[in-house]
Each structure stands twice: as structure tokens, then as C-alpha cells.
T-cell receptor, first 116, second 112 residues
Framework: NAGVTQTPKFQVLKTGQSMTLQCAQD?????MYWYRQDPGMGLRLIYY???????DKGEVPNGYNVSRLNKREFSLRLESAAPSQTSVYFC???????????????FGPGTRLTVT | EDKVVQSPLSLVVHEGDTVTLNCSYE??????LLWYKQEKKAPTFLFML????IEKKSGRLSSILDKKELFSILNITATQTGDSAVYLC????????????FGKGTLLTVNP
């Protein structure tokens, strides 16, 4: 099992350009997430998808859109990149089990994005 | 608002030392607490704790939860240079099965 995979690993964009970050998981998880991680700010949730067909905003959704393509895939789109979006982006997946109290999420390797 | 506070923010030790990392939390409707290790890349899951006083152990790492005092500790014994990483603590956000509230992490550096 590959777990959670992300492409690309690195990307440099100019201000105003658009791009899509791809994420796929092979763990048959229902829920998927996009985070960004910045020095001193920790991990912040951008968007999540509780199940196929649903998406919801997280803590920092402005400037981003998402698509849950199917159960395996969840993409993050930057329509008009800004320097403030320079960050490391992580995709994660989980299968929350409220009965067991199991909420662990499994992370992909990350995409390092620089916007100049 | 849910809050997770980790201490210390950073720690430098020598190989063979024992370290204790702290995580305190404030969250409505507590369900569990999670520990992750983050080296250069993605956070990797270490432990999930749901009950007070029950130690979870994996090799030289162990963790325990105190739901009365609202904290958890992560112990690493006989540290090795490979233990150098950021250790993150997280709790499911109150009222959500999907959102995790993360602490800022503790940066552990183990010198040879």
C-alpha cells in the first residue's frame, strides 16, 4: 500500500498563476483533508471532505477550492496564486470512528509550493 | 475555542538521555489525544490515547493521558539521533469528527 500520495513534490509559481495539487489514498478511507504548514503557525486545515460527494471549509479556506473526485482522490486548486500561499501543503485521510474515539489521520509526503 | 499547548517548544539532548514532552489541552467534548512525529516530511502517527492512566508503549516511546488535569506526556528513553524530529500533539475539535486541533509542536534535537 502506498498510503497517501501527493503530486507534485515541489512547485514554483508566479503571482496570479493557477495550479492544482493532487492527492490520492489507497486505504479506503472515507474522509480526506488538505492542510498547510507554515513556520510558527503549525498545521492549519484548509478544506476537508467527510465523505465522497461532500466538502467543507476548514480554518483557512480563502484562495483555495477543492474537488473530491471519487473516494480515492481529493484535489486542491489555487485559482490565482499569491505569495501568502507559499507553504508546505499536506493531504491526509482518515476513517473516523466515534465509538472507539479513533480520529487519527494519515498524511501524504507534502508539496512545497513557492509563489514569487 | 479549542486549544492545544505543547512544551517545551524545543529541546536539545545527548544520545542516551531520557526526555519528556508535554501536551495540555482545552477542548469541549474530549474524545482522544493523538501524538505524531514529523521528521523532514509528513507527520507520522504514533499513539492515540482515550483513557486516563493507561500507558501506550512502542519500543522506547511511551505516552500517558491525564483527563482530570487535561494533559498528556510523551516519554522517549535512551534517545537516538533518529529521534530528532518535531513531535506534534492533536485533539479532535469539539463537535467535529473530522477536524483536529494541533499544537505547535516540540522540536527535539538529539546530538551524538
Amino acid at each position: 500500500n502506498a498510503g497517501v500520495t501527493q503530486t507534485p513534490k515541489f512547485q514554483v509559481l508566479k503571482t496570479g498563476q493557477s495550479m492544482t495539487l493532487q492527492c490520492a489514498q489507497d486505504m479506503n478511507h472515507n474522509s480526506m483533508y488538505w492542510y498547510r504548514q507554515d513556520p510558527g503557525m503549525g498545521l492549519r486545515l484548509i478544506y476537508y471532505s467527510a465523505s465522497e460527494g461532500t466538502t467543507d471549509k476548514g480554518e483557512v479556506p480563502n484562495g483555495y477550492n477543492v474537488s473530491r473526485l471519487n473516494k480515492r482522490e481529493f484535489s486542491l486548486r489555487l485559482e490565482s496564486a499569491a505569495p501568502s500561499q507559499t507553504s508546505v501543503y499536506f493531504c491526509a485521510s482518515s476513517d473516523p470512528d466515534w465509538y472507539r474515539g479513533a480520529y487519527e489521520q494519515y498524511f501524504g509526503p507534502g508539496t512545497r509550493l513557492t509563489v514569487t | 475555542e479549542d486549544k492545544v499547548v505543547q512544551s517545551p517548544l524545543s529541546l536539545v539532548v545527548h544520545e542516551g538521555d531520557t526526555v519528556t514532552l508535554n501536551c495540555s489541552y482545552e477542548v469541549t467534548n474530549f474524545r482522544s489525544l493523538l501524538w505524531y512525529k514529523q521528521e523532514k516530511k509528513a507527520p507520522t502517527f504514533l499513539f492515540m490515547l482515550t483513557s486516563s492512566g493507561i500507558e501506550k508503549k512502542s519500543g522506547r516511546l511511551s505516552s500517558i493521558l491525564d483527563k482530570k488535569e487535561l494533559f498528556s506526556i510523551l516519554n522517549i528513553t535512551a534517545t537516538q539521533t533518529g529521534d530528532s524530529a518535531v513531535y506534534l500533539c492533536a485533539v479532535p475539535a469539539g463537535g467535529s469528527n473530522y477536524k483536529l486541533t494541533f499544537g505547535k509542536g516540540t522540536l527535539l534535537t538529539v546530538n551524538p
